[in-house]
């Protein structure tokens, strides 16, 4: 799930983006200072967003998951069920896409639009694959280690495809949600079904979640034959909650719930109001998304959730809706953002370059993250479909109209084969060489590729409006439950058939975590008036 490979060792912040999603090398990140977007911190009691409404989807949806779907069943390799980072470059396959591929299936079959027999084949030689693939510490010739798989793999020969490739935890947890949510699909008496959940059982039970504990609990974010362990652990808020559940979760290399504890303890730095949304914040909205795909956080709640009277869902959703009030105000002033045009998560961008727009030096990047939030941010003008489909589920009020806005005015160079190409940047109008993609006269920058970590999650999310369908397959599966349980989460699915629910949330107990949330928005608004480095770093 390379999230922005290009800033491997930045800060510790915009690193928990950087390893889900680039496909370029450290080395070619830029050196200039980072452009920030503008903290607006607004420090008022900042009313509830109202619940989420369901409209219906209008047919453009039908068409977007379609192509979306097509994407991964034409794209990956029959072989050996390896799915590309990107295409139509498509340089190397990547474990998180298959995690994704193995998701889209069942899709599909639902919809009709490959057959159950045609799913189970392309299931089984994915699954198949991965058990079969040589693993060990060596720094060639192998997929993985430990149970866990490298980030990139060569597309024909499936192993390691570079020696910049780390073995990735947060990867490897992406594919091992495909993994498990194929052994819940695939619930038949046949034969191969009954192969798949094997497979798949053997898949999951020998991921050595212990052994990437080097300062336990935390878990750390890989490893390289070549130079040991990153040294640099998983700590929230971020993609990786799903991480810590299959970790919890598992019943051969199962951590300690003080993991957990440990994951949430840095949460309160990301707390705060902002755009007039207290919520935990993650500037990318990828970070809000991917545990979703799967998981149904509704009315389910760990102690720090329960202690702040929400839950996770609605936590995406104020993030959304900040994240779409942020391009409402544009206080950077790039062209196009509004009320329609939005959506900020990491994704391809024009080059690595430093130019003048509207009078003033600015950075744009290639492949990195892009976000608005409490703390680290970075916006050049690079808007992302993905972002605001893929959080239909949480406000599909003011997402359905972005995604009909962006096709009617931007689909002719950016809607193609697969649905939406992965981004677009208006503001981007320099005749310059370009890292990926290209220009289009009087539009600016558009990418030419699509980027799977971004497909997958608009293909899933979308299944989850119709009918929860994603949800749903997983609820069954036991060891996503116990990972849940054992985080401590209650209520909502998880609460046993016949017993009653959790008492809410007093008035006063609301009262003291509203008043604690704008004490710490306070704090984050003073902080990021500071000189960056005299910041206090968090314990």
């Not at 039908?62 to 390896?82: A, C």
């Not at 970590?453 to 994603?470: K, R, S, T, W």
Request: aromatic residues 14%.
């Amino acid at each position: 799930m390379d999230r922005g490979n290009t800033s491997r060792w930045l800060t510790i912040p915009l690193l928990l983006g950087a390893l889900v999603v680039a496909s370029c090398k450290q080395a070619e990140e830029p050196k200039v200072a980072e452009q920030k977007a503008p903290v607006k911190v607004i420090l008022v009691e900042a009313q509830l967003p109202p619940k989420p409404v369901k409209p219906p989807l209008p047919p453009l949806f039908s068409d977007i998951e379609r192509r979306t779907f097509q994407f991964f069943w034409d794209t990956t390799n029959e072989v050996n069920g390896l799915s590309p980072d990107r295409f139509p470059s498509r340089p190397f396959a990547s474990i998180a896409s298959v995690g994704f591929a193995l998701t889209a299936y069942p899709i599909g079959i639902e919809n009709g639009w490959v057959s159950r027999n045609q799913a189970i084949d392309r299931t089984l030689t994915t699954l198949k694959f991965f058990r079969d693939a040589p693993m060990g510490p060596q720094k060639t010739g192998r997929a993985g280690y430990k149970g866990f798989y490298y980030h990139f793999l060569d597309m024909q020969q499936g192993n390691r495809y570079d020696s910049w490739v780390e073995l990735s935890s947060v990867d490897t947890a992406l594919l091992m949600m495909g993994v498990l949510f194929t052994q819940s699909y695939y619930d038949g008496e046949d034969p191969r079904e009954k192969e798949i959940r094997q497979i798949a059982d053997t898949l999951y039970k020998r991921v050595d979640w212990r052994w990437l504990q080097q300062r336990a609990p935390l878990i750390s974010m890989g490893w390289f034959p070549e130079s040991g362990f990153i040294n640099h652990d998983w700590m929230g808020y971020n993609e990786a909650m799903m991480l810590y559940i299959l970790a919890l979760g598992s019943p051969t290399h199962g951590v300690d719930p003080d993991a957990w504890t440990s994951w949430t303890r840095t949460y309160n730095n990301d707390w705060g109001v902002y755009q007039g949304q207290e919520y935990l914040s993650f500037g990318p909205l990828f970070g809000h998304q991917y545990s979703h795909v799967w998981i149904d956080f509704r009315d389910i709640q760990d102690q720090y959730m329960r202690e702040r009277g929400i839950d996770y869902f609605l936590n995406s959703r104020r993030a959304t809706l900040a994240q779409r009030d942020y391009a409402i105000d544009n206080p950077m002033k790039w062209k196009d953002y509004g009320e329609n045009v939005w959506g900020l998560t990491a994704s391809d961008g024009p080059q690595n370059t430093s130019q003048e727009y509207r009078g003033e030096q600015r950075q744009f990047r290639h492949y990195s993250s892009r976000g608005a939030g409490l703390r680290e941010n970075f916006d050049d003008g690079t808007i992302v479909p993905s972002a605001a489909i893929s959080s239909i589920v949480f406000a599909p009020e003011v997402v359905i109209p972005a995604t009909e806005e962006m096709h009617k005015r931007y689909g002719d160079f950016l809607y193609s084969s697969y649905g939406f190409l992965d981004s677009f940047n208006p503001s981007f109008n320099y005749d310059i060489p370009l890292k990926t993609g290209r220009m289009v006269p009087d539009r600016g920058w558009v990418a030419s590729d699509y980027i799977a970590i971004d497909q997958g999650p608009i293909l899933a999310m979308i299944a989850n409006y119709q009918n929860e369908f994603v949800w749903n397959v997983m609820k069954k599966n036991p060891y996503i439950r116990a990972g849940l349980e054992r985080a401590g989460f209650t209520g909502g699915w998880l609460t046993p058939e016949g017993e009653p629910q959790p008492a809410p949330q007093k008035d006063e107990q609301k009262a003291a975590a509203r008043a604690l949330g704008m004490a710490e928005s306070r704090a984050a608004a003073a902080q990021a008036q500071q000189d960056p480095s005299q910041r206090q770093k968090p314990e």
